[in-house]
């Protein structure tokens, strides 16, 4: 299996990294092939705009799913957005590895979402969820949380975390027609001790083992 | 009544654009005081960084929350983040006006949400909902989608826009200890024909009137 871990936080000592290091090493020692995406790591511009495109097919109005869809057609797409296309087609199994920030992703994965999962690229009309481009696609989210387990439940003041991240899940990862796997979560990653931080890295490093091994090329839908 | 408006667009004839103005204007005209952030004319960086910081206290391993405190204390957060920061802190209403991306804000509004309401300034321990810090304000969300009203709804593909809007208006307004109104959408803002964009703006007008007319000062919590 080919996987692509889109790796999220501004310092290589977080536990973010180390969950991230930790799938690359255990998916690299099962034999399977790992690219990064390692966002802060290389600077990536988040705001969607018009340097998106080599060149503008209305100027006058600029709208941008329109621009999306004209650039590629004509593959006019700035290096950045090819760049991360590419990583993006050549995955069986894509994982976003992010800090939980605002009960969303941080800007910078947002910004990934709204540039590089372009329409023409990523989605067009009647090619969404059951018919979307990616149905042969995995996707899991890794991610750590300042808050408790207890606060992300129904009866938590921030609700159950399927609804915190429904706008994820549901209207992205499916939305590209993506197997949304059930989320990895390390529940309150800096006030836990070091024996759970390590529990949290066993416990991630069996799951995606798990999901890599059972994917068999990636024809692992059932 | 003084109302900020956190305007989101990358194109001025936008709708959103059009609901901005609407707003500025009729409010003004009711006697009320108006500021706008232009997210994208003022070329808003959303990327949490060291750079938001004119000094950062623990270099050797950065922790994003722990400078956002240190930066409170000591008064050294970047000048973009203290003007933004000064502009909420003198609005009785404030106003996030944007397209929905991906069932979520735009990159470069998560990026507001990340920079500049910093632990310290926008929350601390004990200071979140019923006790926060924003008790007298309030806070609405003005969208524009490109999915029709029924694809947001309970049978919809999207779901209720209730649960799409979870993460904003339970994680970020109500967090804050901010009033979270009832979102305006202007649902398939660039399918409807004019007739019906002209109402969506008329009924815009009337509902930001109604709301800015019975905030008195910014006592309207019942």
Redo the contacts between chains.
Sequence with gaps: MHVLLVYVH??P?SFTAALTNTARDALREAGHTVEVSDL?GEGFN?????HDFLDVAEPA?????TEQGHAHRTGIFASDIVREQQRFMRADLVVWLYPI????????L??W??RV?AYGFAYTDGK??DTGFFRDKKGILCLTS?GTRERFSADG???EMH??L???Q???IE?LGMEALEPFIAFAAPRVDEATRDNYLQAWKTRILDIAGSGKGCAGRV
Excluded: C, M
């Excluded at 988040?46 to 018009?50: D, Y």
């Excluded at 109005?61 to 799913?65: D, G, K, L, S, V």
């Excluded at 920030?101 to 910078?108: D, E, L, R, S, T």
């Design positions: 501004p310092e000592t802060y988040p705001v969607a705009g018009r109005r600029f709208h941008y799913q920030w605002w009960g969303n992703v941080p800007a910078i947002k910004g979402f709204d999962l969404r969820y300042g003041v921030y609700g609804q915190v429904w706008s994820v549901r209207l992205v939305y």
